[in-house]
């Protein structure tokens, strides 16, 4: 039996019975449990297939591998040995996958299987819950192994897209830039939407506009109502039209409201929410949540459902009865709540069940230590009223919507009565009991991160339509519209999950419903790792661009950086392990689109690697760039064409020469040239530049376009 951790293998061999431990592996009644250190291994570089490809060369591209090859990762080589030695035993007869109940752990295994050698059968253990009886009810049940091999079809192929497009678009792009760069299939357009985010605040243009308030009175109550205005000359005017006037409730509108509950946990939502709620990061999310699932405390992290399935209804439900005697709610919940009140109904949803169902708190989270680590603390309280909320009934209000005239100018405001505080009275609940560790670690300021309020609306007093409110006090507010706010780990990991919903193609948006940038398993490891290589850095909780960032996003084309293409593969990838897309289709595909865009760069480059920056006009041959100069390609004495960076004439324009004006006057003979410096007068001016070859040097002139006559 092979595990993917240490840990979870020593709680599976404690269920079987294993309990001779040996050097990496445990054994007993009958059976041997052992485990992987994550990939044990991976495939090769691209140099194992061939030494040339020890050096970056553009004409080298694109490196397609005809049969992959894999190797033992260097530092758990040693653990990979003592598998394959189980593996080989005699008396093993058959193999259990016990690898994490998803893509990659799949991947984990298979590679394992093949990298060993091995023949022999394998049987499946899927499970959601690290439980004793989840674990016990997995083993009566295992499934096999051939029934995952889609799901194997699909993990290797997004491991195959990730290496051709890393390595082929990675050299390709660090040869044209004489820097080495980083391109991913799925971190490139991660970096481009926060790149894109930063250059939509710096170019923002803020826009004044004016909030014109009246304070009104009426029956002892106070409370305002409001317009928006566009202009100063406007909102003048309103004050001096109604200064001094009465006012008169002119409508008064009421409407009954309900809100449900929102649905429980998937990842995602619970990596967004504990960023938002507490400052954690996704990837820290993730480690508390695995952690808390190999206690047995929680089920399965790595889900995109926020759904149970039918069948557990009954169970849920005496889940939620237990939950309230758990010693780390806080005791307003299990005064309060009233388990009659609530139902699953809402949770049961077999259709949006793929997999791996939410994640709920486990029977054993009743017994957690009171000496949990203080994320894990949180995020377990986070899961537990999660589903408490989820399963109790909504949130009721009347919603009051009054408009005052004074002088048939119209203000308004909103107002609302709870009569039914419903979930959100035990979703309130929460909040104290996440302050108290925030503080421990450092990271709170005040209330709690998780305390973030609604906006109340405005308490209103009993008005009937007609009304008169006598002379509201009018003032005036000169407002600015506010730019984007730059990405956190919540808003980021909101776009990658629904990076297809800003698509303006409604066809194309219906064809990649539901795909996105990344999967919950990966989305927090591909944040990590954007900070770690240098493209993005924290600030705070936001996430901001490096100069690295902007380089990257500049130089590769839009195909590359877009999230469209990316999110159709990652479906295609989930419509292979359903069986509905080909393998060998989806990797013809991904071939064939390194080999053309590599192909489109690669007839701009010559042999030797070097950019083609034009032809030249002396002599027909190849313009290539020096670190001084643009210089012809033939002998000294044969052609001497060459335009120098530092040439005199842009210099003293303050004009720098850069490389897309040279191929533009190589191939058109002159170029447009705004801000040109003049000597005479200190100002700039506008004006062709020709460029002139007397056959033994090179000059430039400039030319004003004739202005037209009146």
């Given at each position: 039996?092979?595990?993917?951790?240490?840990?979870?293998?020593?709680?599976?061999?404690?269920?079987?019975?294993?309990?001779?431990?040996?050097?990496?592996?445990?054994?007993?009644?009958?059976?041997?449990?052992?485990?992987?250190?994550?990939?044990?291994?991976?495939?090769?570089?691209?140099?194992?297939?061939?030494?040339?490809?020890?050096?970056?060369?553009?004409?080298?591209?694109?490196?397609?591998?005809?049969?992959?090859?894999?190797?033992?990762?260097?530092?758990?080589?040693?653990?990979?040995?003592?598998?394959?030695?189980?593996m080989d035993r005699q008396e093993v007869d058959e193999l259990v996958c016990a690898t994490d109940a998803g893509r990659e752990g799949e991947l984990i295994f298979r590679l394992v299987y093949m990298q060993a050698g091995c023949e022999k059968p394998f049987r499946r253990?899927?499970?959601?819950?690290?439980?004793?009886?989840?674990?016990?009810?997995?083993?009566?049940?295992?499934?096999?192994?051939?029934?995952?091999?889609?799901?194997?079809?699909?993990?290797?192929?997004?491991?195959?897209?990730?290496?051709?497009?890393?390595?082929?678009?990675?050299?390709?792009?660090?040869?044209?830039?004489?820097?080495?760069?980083?391109?991913?299939?799925?971190?490139?357009?991660?970096?481009?939407?926060?790149?894109?985010?930063?250059?939509?605040?710096?170019?923002?243009?803020?826009?004044?506009?004016?909030?014109?308030?009246?304070?009104?009175?009426?029956?002892?109550?106070?409370?305002?109502?409001?317009?928006?205005?566009?202009?100063?000359?406007?909102?003048?005017?309103?004050?001096?039209?109604?200064?001094?006037?009465?006012?008169?409730?002119?409508?008064?509108?009421?409407?009954?409201?309900?809100?449900?509950?929102?649905?429980?946990?998937?990842?995602?939502?619970?990596?967004?929410?504990?960023?938002?709620?507490?400052?954690?990061?996704?990837?820290?999310?993730?480690?508390?949540?695995?952690?808390?699932?190999?206690?047995?405390?929680?089920?399965?992290?790595?889900?995109?459902?926020?759904?149970?399935?039918?069948?557990?209804?009954?169970?849920?439900?005496?889940?939620?009865?237990?939950?309230?005697?758990?010693?780390?709610?806080?005791?307003?919940?299990?005064?309060?709540?009233?388990?009659?009140?609530?139902?699953?109904?809402?949770?049961?949803?077999?259709?949006?069940?793929?997999?791996?169902?939410?994640?709920?708190?486990?029977?054993?989270?009743?017994?957690?230590?009171?000496?949990?680590?203080?994320?894990?603390?949180?995020?377990?309280?986070?899961?537990?009223?999660?589903?408490?909320?989820?399963?109790?009934?909504?949130?009721?209000?009347?919603?009051?919507?009054?408009?005052?005239?004074?002088?048939?100018?119209?203000?308004?405001?909103?107002?609302?009565?709870?009569?039914?505080?419903?979930?959100?009275?035990?979703?309130?609940?929460?909040?104290?009991?996440?302050?108290?560790?925030?503080?421990?670690?450092?990271?709170?300021?005040?209330?709690?991160?998780?305390?973030?309020?609604?906006?109340?609306?405005?308490?209103?007093?009993?008005?009937?339509?007609?009304?008169?409110?006598?002379?509201?006090?009018?003032?005036?507010?000169?407002?600015?519209?506010?730019?984007?706010?730059?990405?956190?780990?919540?808003?980021?990991?909101?776009?990658?999950?629904?990076?297809?919903?800003?698509?303006?193609?409604?066809?194309?948006?219906?064809?990649?419903?539901?795909?996105?940038?990344?999967?919950?398993?990966?989305?927090?490891?591909?944040?990590?790792?954007?900070?770690?290589?240098?493209?993005?850095?924290?600030?705070?909780?936001?996430?901001?661009?490096?100069?690295?960032?902007?380089?990257?996003?500049?130089?590769?084309?839009?195909?590359?950086?877009?999230?469209?293409?990316?999110?159709?593969?990652?479906?295609?990838?989930?419509?292979?392990?359903?069986?509905?897309?080909?393998?060998?289709?989806?990797?013809?595909?991904?071939?064939?689109?390194?080999?053309?865009?590599?192909?489109?760069?690669?007839?701009?480059?010559?042999?030797?690697?070097?950019?083609?920056?034009?032809?030249?006009?002396?002599?027909?041959?190849?313009?290539?760039?020096?670190?001084?100069?643009?210089?012809?390609?033939?002998?000294?004495?044969?052609?001497?064409?060459?335009?120098?960076?530092?040439?005199?004439?842009?210099?003293?324009?303050?004009?720098?020469?850069?490389?897309?004006?040279?191929?533009?006057?190589?191939?058109?003979?002159?170029?447009?040239?705004?801000?040109?410096?003049?000597?005479?007068?200190?100002?700039?001016?506008?004006?062709?530049?020709?460029?002139?070859?007397?056959?033994?040097?090179?000059?430039?002139?400039?030319?004003?376009?004739e202005r037209r006559r009146g």
């Amino acid at each position: 039996m092979i595990a993917e951790k240490p840990s979870v293998a020593a709680e599976l061999a404690k269920v079987l019975g294993a309990d001779r431990k040996g050097n990496g592996f445990y054994t007993g009644k009958g059976c041997c449990v052992t485990w992987c250190v994550g990939h044990l291994v991976e495939s090769v570089m691209p140099e194992a297939y061939d030494p040339r490809y020890e050096k970056w060369r553009i004409h080298d591209l694109p490196i397609l591998p005809d049969q992959w090859k894999y190797e033992v990762t260097g530092s758990t080589k040693g653990q990979f040995d003592i598998v394959k030695s189980l593996m080989d035993r005699q008396e093993v007869d058959e193999l259990v996958c016990a690898t994490d109940a998803g893509r990659e752990g799949e991947l984990i295994f298979r590679l394992v299987y093949m990298q060993a050698g091995c023949e022999k059968p394998f049987r499946r253990l899927w499970i959601s819950s690290m439980e004793n009886k989840a674990i016990k009810d997995g083993f009566a049940n295992l499934r096999a192994g051939s029934d995952y091999d889609r799901l194997y079809d699909a993990a290797v192929s997004r491991m195959q897209a990730d290496w051709l497009v890393g390595i082929n678009f990675s050299r390709l792009f660090s040869c044209m830039s004489d820097q080495p760069q980083n391109v991913g299939r799925v971190q490139t357009p991660t970096i481009n939407l926060i790149v894109e985010r930063q250059r939509a605040i710096d170019n923002f243009d803020a826009k004044p506009y004016y909030v014109l308030t009246a304070a009104c009175t009426h029956d002892g109550v106070d409370f305002s109502v409001t317009r928006r205005v566009e202009s100063e000359a406007e909102s003048a005017a309103l004050l001096e039209k109604c200064r001094g006037r009465d006012g008169i409730a002119a409508q008064i509108q009421k409407t009954k409201m309900k809100e449900n509950p929102p649905a429980l946990y998937d990842l995602t939502t619970l990596q967004r929410e504990a960023n938002k709620m507490l400052g954690l990061s996704a990837q820290q999310t993730l480690d508390a949540t695995q952690n808390l699932y190999e206690k047995k405390l929680v089920t399965y992290p790595r889900t995109d459902s926020r759904y149970l399935t039918a069948d557990m209804k009954g169970s849920t439900e005496q889940l939620i009865r237990s939950l309230l005697t758990a010693p780390w709610l806080d005791p307003k919940t299990k005064e309060t709540y009233d388990p009659e009140r609530a139902g699953t109904d809402r949770l049961i949803n077999d259709k949006k069940v793929t997999d791996h169902h939410a994640i709920i708190p486990t029977v054993e989270s009743l017994k957690a230590s009171d000496r949990l680590p203080v994320n894990e603390a949180n995020i377990l309280r986070m899961i537990a009223y999660k589903l408490l909320t989820a399963a109790y009934i909504p949130h009721e209000y009347v919603k009051t919507e009054l408009t005052v005239e004074i002088e048939g100018e119209e203000f308004k405001t909103t107002g609302r009565m709870v009569t039914e505080a419903g979930f959100k009275e035990v979703a309130a609940q929460l909040a104290p009991l996440l302050v108290k560790p925030q503080k421990k670690e450092g990271k709170g300021k005040g209330k709690g991160r998780g305390a973030k309020e609604e906006k109340e609306d405005t308490l209103l007093p009993a008005l009937a339509e007609g009304d008169v409110l006598h002379q509201p006090d009018l003032s005036s507010e000169k407002k600015e519209t506010k730019p984007p706010k730059p990405y956190t780990e919540d808003t980021l990991l909101s776009a990658m999950e629904n990076a297809m919903k800003t698509l303006e193609d409604e066809d194309l948006k219906k064809e990649v419903a539901g795909a996105g940038l990344g999967t919950p398993a990966t989305r927090a490891g591909i944040i990590e790792r954007i900070i770690k290589t240098g493209f993005i850095q924290r600030k705070g909780k936001n996430l901001l661009p490096t100069e690295k960032a902007y380089r990257i996003v500049d130089i590769v084309p839009e195909k590359v950086k877009s999230a469209v293409l990316t999110a159709e593969w990652e479906q295609k990838l989930e419509q292979i392990y359903r069986g509905q897309a080909s393998r060998d289709e989806f990797m013809e595909g991904i071939r064939a689109f390194v080999t053309e865009l590599v192909d489109s760069y690669k007839e701009n480059f010559a042999e030797n690697g070097k950019e083609i920056i034009g032809i030249c006009p002396r002599c027909g041959r190849r313009i290539f760039e020096g670190r001084t100069n643009y210089y012809c390609e033939a002998d000294r004495g044969v052609c001497d064409f060459v335009i120098w960076k530092d040439e005199k004439f842009f210099v003293s324009k303050k004009k720098p020469l850069t490389k897309p004006m040279v191929k533009a006057l190589l191939q058109r003979g002159r170029i447009r040239c705004v801000n040109l410096y003049s000597e005479r007068t200190g100002g700039t001016y506008e004006a062709y530049v020709r460029m002139v070859d007397t056959g033994q040097y090179v000059n430039f002139r400039l030319e004003f376009p004739e202005r037209r006559r009146g």
